[in-house]
Each structure stands twice: as C-alpha cells, then as structure tokens.
C-alpha cells in the first residue's frame, strides 16, 4: 500500500482507512478560508468516507488523523487501491469483456478466454488461433494485458513458428530469451504455446512488446 499523499489526495485519489474502508478527501480549509475556527485548524482536510450504502463526512488534520479520535478508524492509513482480482475473477472479465490476458507461467503469450464450460472451466486460446485451446490453470497467477494504443501496429510484430525435429529457435521463458540448438519432442510445449523464433531479434521484439503491455 502507498503512504498517504496529500497531494495526490486532493486531485481525487481515493485513501484507505484504518477499518479498511475508502474515502475521498475533497478540501484542505487552509487553503480555501482565511479565517477559520481553532478546531478547523486542527482538522482541515474535509471529505467523505464510504460506509457500506452510506456516504459520511468526516474531517482529518494534515497526516491523516480523523477528528473521531476515540476510535481511530477513520485515520488514513495509505493511498486506497483496489482489490487484486482472483485468477477466476480475472478470466471471467476477461471472457465478458473480450480482454488479453497474461500468466505468470507464461508471461509472454497473450491469451484470450474463448468459453467457459459448464463446469466454471475457462478456455484458452492465443489471439492467432493457430494453437489447439486448452483449459486454463488457476493455480497460476492471471492478469490482464494493457490496451493497445490504437495507432500501435501489430502486423509488424514477427509471427512464433513450429520447428520441425533437427531445428535451431529461440524461445521466451520467465521473461527472457533463450536458445534450443536442436529441436526435439520434449520440446513440444514451446510450440504448442507460441513461444518459438527463428531469430533472437524476432523473440525480442515480441518480449519488448509484451513487457511493454503489461499493468
């Protein structure tokens, strides 16, 4: 969690409070009234705190202490941020809204969710589709892949290929590039996932490209 930035506080990013709820600091009276009450003085930061259906008010002073002192749980504890997704909750928004995804096993092939099953499975499938789908692991970590900037080009990226017995290819594994001198069966996973080139420059354009999109 990021420590409380008054700064960015006041430009709308929300805090997180010490009960684990969210609020939203709107004014520092310091800088909007000139004269003000003792109290005020004290606790100048003013906004809102979300309670369940409810929106309170609430005040703190300049490090985040609420003016509900006898508690504390309304003192800001940090900058807010959302809660990480589930691999499932991932999939499923993945699958609802047509979004890329990414694994922490395979962190260089952007995948796409295709189906779900009747049994909660997801299936996956590269964007190409040149690969067979298969059921994803959700004992691996999933994550989303950034949108593309809409004047990115993908059809200059070079395409993974199938080596057949006897080849030479580079291949993307934990985020770097590696060499297989000869190509052999106990290799058909590399294949099957998109992760072959035929040239070292080509594995790198495609890991800048990845790296470049991930959140």
Not at 114 to 125: H, L, R, S, W, Y
Request: aromatic share 12%; hydrophobic share 40%.
């Amino acid at each position: 969690m990021k420590e409380f930035n008054l700064k960015a506080a006041l430009n709308g990013e929300p805090v997180m409070l010490r009960n684990g709820g969210k609020a939203v600091v709107k004014y520092n009276l310091l800088n909007e009234v000139e004269k003000l009450e003792v109290r005020d003085t004290v606790y100048p930061l003013i906004g809102y705190r979300f309670d369940g259906i409810y929106i309170n008010t609430t005040s703190w002073n300049l490090t985040g202490k609420s003016v509900h002192w006898a508690t504390m749980e309304y003192d800001i504890i940090g900058m807010w941020e959302d809660p990480k997704l589930t691999s499932e909750q991932v999939l499923e928004k993945a699958c609802n809204e047509d979004l890329l995804v990414l694994c922490d096993g395979n962190p260089d092939l952007p995948l796409k969710v295709i189906a779900k099953t009747k049994n909660g499975e997801f299936v996956m499938q590269p964007e190409d589709g040149i690969i067979q789908p298969w059921l994803a692991n959700l004992t691996m970590e999933w994550f989303f892949v950034k949108k593309l900037d809409p004047k990115f080009d993908t059809s200059t990226l070079p395409k993974p290929f199938k080596p057949h017995i006897g080849d030479e290819f580079f291949y993307l594994s934990d985020g770097v590039i590696r060499y297989f001198s000869f190509y052999a069966d106990c290799a058909a996973n590399l294949m099957i996932n998109g992760q072959c080139f035929r040239t070292k420059e080509d594995a790198q354009k495609w890991l800048d490209f990845m790296k470049s999109m991930m959140e």
